[in-house]
Every structure is written in C-alpha cells, then in structure tokens.
C-alpha cells in the first residue's frame, strides 16, 4: 500500500521501519526540529532523521490543517494514513483523504491503551499511575474527536508491580508494531472491521504538568510508587530534602507502624523509608501505617543512586524528613 506515515517520538521511529519494510512510504511527516539540550541547538525528530537516512520524502508542519500541508499529502496520493504518536490533531480533510485513492482507503491510528481506556496524550503514563493491572495497544480508524474512532484491532498484556513506563514502553513497542502491521494486512484487503467504541467507559490520559511531579507525602504510599513508575523516566518525580530537589525514581509501599509526620524518614537495616499517609484499606487500623521505602533517588547535581548510599552520603539525621 501507498503509505503517509505520521509520528515523532523514537517509538513511532521503530515503527516506521517495520511498516516500510512491508509497505511503500510516500511521505513522512513529523514535529518540527525543536530545540534541545544545554546549547539549545535545533535537533530533528527520530522519525525524521529515519526518513532522511532511508531517502524518504519529509513534511514538518507547524500545524496539521495548514493547505500547503494538506495539498502535499493529496499529491502522494496515499491509500492509508498511519499515525503514531503524531503529536497533532488531523483535520477532516486529511482523514477523509486516503479513501479518494482507494476504496478501502483509511487513516489508522495505533494508541497505547486498550481504548476506550486512557484516550489522549499520556496512557501509559496514566495507567501506572492509576494502578491499572492491565493495558494494551489498539488501532482505530481516526476521527474528528480525541481517540474516538472505529477499533480495529487490539491486544492487552499485563503490568508489572513496579514496572516504570520506560519499561512498559519497551513492551508495548514491539506489540503494536505487530498490531498495526496485522491491520494494515485487513486495510489492504478491505478486511478492517469498525467497532464502536462506548464513550461512557472512556477515560482522559492528558498530558503531564510540571505540578504534577512534586510528590505528596500525605498521599498514601500505593498511589506514590504508581506516580513515581508512571513518571520515570519522563518527566520525574521529585521532592525536597534539606531546601534541595530530590528526585525519586523507584519505590515500593510497604507496611510500617513508626510513627511521625508525613515525610519523616526512617533508615534502618539499610532500608529508606518515608511516612506517607495512611491507606483506606481495612486491613491497616490503629496506629499501624504504610510507608514508602525509597529504592532509587537522584540528589540535584548527582547520578541516579541506590537509596540507602544517599542517605549514607548526606549522614541522613534522625528527625529529617522530606517535604
């Protein structure tokens, strides 16, 4: 098939590959180059530097529904629109566009999530954080409203206790290159099939706010590992010792009966932990709490430790705690 593939990020770049081994890409687009590092210097999107490298045309525009954009991607004449982490809402003219060149012609998404679970920008962020056991990928046939559109195909797999979004990526990856790929074989054929998604089991994954990384201790400690997984390695989560950022990227809930302020710190038996507050469940009553034992932190200026090594580090005082 005559392919217009869509996306940025370095997933959608492992993506694209797989897709153009099978298919015939005609255009890539992607983000604009965005600045980057410490000198700020321009850097090319992974899908672009991947098209590049393999002689594939680039289209970078700044808004999706512009008609200079939209006359391009016409002129390849695609017979299906792959999106994949795009970062840009379509206009109706693009996808209603692949079925001008092929009767069964589609603009298929491949999302993150078993829709309509976590629609947006973050699943997977969003379903660590939110204590999901288990989460999938889906691809749908695109429309106008926010991962709304026709399912195709999907397939769930199971999240680790402690499993990080970069590591729950790495799983997801490969299973909805394979995912799509299978879709792609049912778009040729004509073969796709449409079902409806209900909008009332859908739930929001927007993206992450910078407000949303401070942690608060008198959260309990379940929902605090969950938000620390779901945010690593982006954007972190992190909190204040001493007037100074700390970041924590795993951690582990565990029972405790010490008692003190949310925050306060406990290091014994070479174990980090912090108080945080208490849970609903049943089973912890009285003066009995949960606690969240810190297993890798990353003081301002510092490599990413071991967390009983920094509290040896900074000679961790009785009485201190994390704010």
């Known amino acids: 098939m005559r392919i217009v ?31 980057a590092g ?7 999107p992974p899908v672009k530097q991947w098209a590049l490298e393999h002689g594939i045309a680039v ?12 006359a391009r991607v016409r002129d390849v004449r695609p017979e299906a629109i792959v999106v994949v982490a795009f970062g840009q809402i379509l206009p109706q003219d693009i996808l209603d566009m692949p079925r ?14 078993l829709l309509p679970r976590w629609r947006g920008a973050a699943p997977v962020q969003r379903a660590i954080e939110h204590g999901d056991h288990v989460t999938g990928v889906s691809t749908q046939h695109m429309a106008a409203k926010l991962d709304a559109g026709d399912l195709i195909l999907s397939e769930q797999i199971e999240i680790g206790a402690e499993e ?24 040729a054929k004509g073969e796709a099939p449409r079902v409806p998604q209900n ?22 400690a379940e929902y605090l590992a969950h938000q620390i997984h779901a945010f690593n390695p982006r954007p972190g989560t ?30 014994t038996d070479n174990r980090v932990l912090v108080k945080t507050g208490n849970p609903s469940q049943e089973q912890y009553k009285g003066d009995s709490g949960e606690a969240l034992e810190l297993i890798e932190v990353q003081a301002a200026g510092k490599a990413r430790m071991n ?14 705690s994390l704010m």
């Open 307 to 320: 967390a009983a090594d920094w509290a040896r580090g900074v000679r961790l005082e009785m009485g201190e």
């Open 59 to 70: 289209a970078q525009p700044e808004r999706a529904r512009d008609a200079e954009f939209i």
């Open 38 to 44: 410490r000198r700020h210097e321009l850097q090319a």
């Open 5 to 35: 593939f869509m996306g940025t990020p370095a997933l959608a770049a492992q993506t694209l590959e797989a897709v153009a081994a099978e298919h015939e890409i005609v255009l890539v687009a992607t983000q604009p180059d965005r600045p």
């Open 164 to 187: 990080t979004s970069a590591e729950l990526f790495e799983r997801l990856v490969p299973l909805g290159t394979k995912v799509l790929l299978e879709t792609l074989q049912l778009v």
């Open 199 to 220: 909008d009332a089991q859908a739930t929001l994954a927007p993206s992450i706010k910078a407000e949303e990384t401070k942690l608060d201790w008198h959260e309990p």
């Open 100 to 113: 001008e060149f092929y009767p069964h012609g589609t603009c298929v998404n491949l999302h993150y999530s």
């Open 238 to 267: 992190v909190t204040t010792f001493r007037d100074k950022p700390l970041k924590v990227w795993r951690a582990r809930p565990v029972k405790s009966t010490f008692h003190g302020e949310s925050g306060l710190i406990q290091f």
